[in-house]
């Protein structure tokens, strides 16, 4: 080929390319910005981007123009949008899961067992276990494979408001309204100890200490109606932190990769909490009523510790320390880990709490008060419930709004992530279970099967299986 091309040719070129500028989800540049050939789509694009991050083992990418997902070449795209081929194009890429999660779409089982409502449910770290808690005062665990009951724990003399897994999944923590907290062994239903006693007014959360800070797990934080949160360490069975100046209820508790603990009240405050002696570090200010729920852009990662979707175990707490501290790095990558809150005013603040004590963004939309907030496994999505009906879907690094999610036709209580980030899972008052395809925006699938209000949904960490319970007191496992 003549290597001396003609300044025409050179022209024409620069009239058939496009200039982009490729982006990282956190806004930093990769490299300088390109001259593409029109006919560039997203699989060249993903080729560009593992050359230039280095990436030895190629990883998947979504790219995003704007706030929409760029499906075409780069040269449909610009005669779609009649764009200027003078501006660079500003192309963010997303790295996606290398694992896929297919749909749950079939009720596999429906066990009886709780006398009363089902209030909460949760999939061990691994994914191969499964506990509830009801209020007929019970804390249940369930057999994945047989689907029946395994072991049913009595000791609670109250309603079982709220249950957690230790990232080891060694210990399971129930907290009840009479405000006992209680700890399980799930390998043999037995309780071990007393209960803990401490809190004065019902148990509104509990949050484990993640397992790359401290491994085997042994501390985890209560909150509690009372106004207090407070710091338990299960080899001594004993409280050795109390955290206290909320002037209300607090509502929802979490422990952060960094060693912080972050509470939610009703005295419209966040607070964030050093561990070491219980000291507050700084208090979040901007809600105008009720913090009803926090989350963690790590969330997910610290409720699975060591666990992946490979299934790997691991012989000593010690690698599995490490193995959890890795998949948290990997995770959290540079940025500061992200914090959201959503309250009964209606809206959701977005929080880098290491960096600044001003918001970094405020997510308006919901038209009734935002019962629970969850960010995507990899942090990208952020989802939110609201009494209003809807389910809504926002950048989980920016804090722009992406898409509504309608279709229930009460309030939603609760959501739940695929481990894949691509399905969203809600639960709602109206019967229903909800999976919400997070590309399209769309419904995938619609689950009715319960006779009465769902109350609390989870998907399982190894993307298998769903959990659901509520008013009829009936367990339910979908799968697909």
Known sequence: MDSQATPTAAATDANTSVMCQLVSPEGDHL?????????????????????????EDKVPYAFYIGDEELSVQLGTYMQQKNANVEVTLRIVYQPQALFRIRPVNRCSATIAGH?????????????????????????RFWDLDTQTPLFTCKGHKNWVLCIAWSPDGKHLVSGSKTGELILWDPKTGQQLGSPLMGHRKWITAVSWEPAHLQAPCR?????????????????????????????????CVKWGGDGLIYTGSEDCLIKVWETTQGKLVKTLQGHGHWVNS??????????????????????????????????????RGNAPERLVSGSDDFTMFLWEPTMSKQPKARMTGHQKLVNHVYFSPDGQWLASASFDKSVKLWNGITGKFVAAFRGHVADVYQISWSADSRLLLSGSKDSTLKVWDIRTHKLKQDLPGHADEVY?????????????????????LWMN
Request: net charge neutral; proline share 4%; charged share 25%.
């Open 31 to 55: 490299g300088a910005a390109l001259y593409l050939p029109q006919n560039v789509g997203p699989p060249q694009l993903q080729e560009i981007v593992n050359h230039l991050l280095h990436n």
């Open 115 to 139: 006398q009363e409502a089902v209030l909460a449910v949760s999939f061990s770290p691994d994914g191969k276990c499964l506990a509830s808690g009801s209020g007929d005062t019970t804390v």
């Open 219 to 251: 501390r985890f934080v209560s909150a509690s109606k009372d106004g207090d949160a407070r710091i338990w360490d299960i080899t001594t069975r004993k409280c050795v932190i109390s955290l206290t100046g909320h002037t209300n209820s607090v509502t």
């Open 294 to 331: 926090l989350a963690l852009s790590t969330e997910y990662v610290l409720r699975t510790g060591a666990y992946d979707h490979t299934g790997k175990t691991y012989s000593t707490a010690e690698e599995m320390k490490e193995a959890a501290l890795a998949r948290y790095k990997k995770m």
């Open 456 to 476: 609390a949904v989870d998907w399982s960490p190894d993307g298998e299986k769903v959990a659901s319970g509520g008013k009829d007191r009936v367990l339910k």
